[in-house]
T-cell receptor
Framework: DTEVTQTPKHLVMGMTNKKSLKCEQHMGHRAMYWYKQKAKKPPELMFVYSYEKLSINESVPSRFSPECPNSSLLNLHLHALQPEDSALYLC????????????????FGDGTRLSIL | AQKITQTQPGMFVQEKEAVTLDCTYDTSDPSYGLFWYKQPSSGEMIFLIYQGSYDQQNATEGRYSLNFQKARKSANLVISASQLGDSAMYFCAMRESAAGGTSYGKLTFGQGTILTVHP
């Protein structure tokens, strides 16, 4: 069992739907991440949150909207997605992004497999 | 320019044999960390092993060891006594210094190597 929990595991949605992906960790980590991964490709970073504040947005389209309500939760709100957005969405967390702890590994969840019809 | 290069798209190994997965990297930062992750078909990214740029010794973690050659900028993963459950995609990743800049917190992944263990 992973220490980062993602729900749902699978999601099928139409291009006009609004849905949200959820991620939760209880390891006391203060950095949380969203990645997008296409089949047989490496994960691509989308967003980084540090202490509940958005630190990095990798030029992600506005149809993806992240939210970090508290230090344990990370959401990704989806609206008007395109078929090319179908992918595995991975959430990760790490203790910190600065200083000595910055080289601690990121812990990943199982991911949400998203299909856009 | 590619920062992490994994030149082996696929590797095959016999059960109980050892296998080496290659990884080379490119950075001008003196402080960086190198990570290996395993991703089974289920999708979860599992952390295997970490090597810091200032670490004097090669990292080891159970059946996993990292052959770190700093001058050659290589960080190959060695899996000893392969098991059927080792069949998966393996990613090498690098994190550069967190001191300033916008790259902090960011992992750069290689393209991955699919390892298949034969019985």
């Amino acid at each position: 069992d992973t220490e980062v929990t993602q729900t749902p595991k699978h999601l099928v949605m139409g291009m006009t739907n609004k849905k949200s992906l959820k991620c939760e960790q209880h390891m006391g980590h203060r950095a949380m991440y969203w990645y997008k991964q296409k089949a047989k490709k490496p994960p691509e970073l989308m967003f980084v949150y540090s202490y509940e504040k958005l630190s990095i947005n990798e030029s992600v389209p506005s149809r993806f909207s992240p939210e970090c309500p508290n230090s344990s939760l990370l959401n990704l709100h989806l609206h008007a997605l395109q078929p090319e957005d179908s992918a595995l969405y991975l959430c990760a967390s790490s203790p910190h992004i600065h200083g000595e702890l910055s080289n601690q590994p990121q812990h990943f969840g199982d991911g949400t497999r998203l299909s856009i019809l | 320019a590619q920062k992490i290069t994994q030149t082996q798209p696929g590797m095959f190994v016999q059960e109980k044999e050892a296998v080496t997965l290659d990884c080379t990297y490119d950075t001008s930062d003196p402080s960086y960390g190198l990570f290996w992750y395993k991703q089974p078909s289920s999708g979860e990214m599992i952390f295997l092993i970490y090597q810091g740029s200032y670490d004097q010794q090669n990292a080891t973690e159970g059946r996993y060891s990292l052959n770190f050659q700093k001058a050659r900028k290589s960080a190959n993963l060695v899996i000893s006594a392969s098991q059927l459950g080792d069949s998966a995609m393996y990613f090498c990743a690098m994190r550069e210094s967190a001191a300033g800049g916008t790259s902090y917190g960011k992992l750069t992944f290689g393209q991955g190597t699919i390892l298949t263990v034969h019985p």
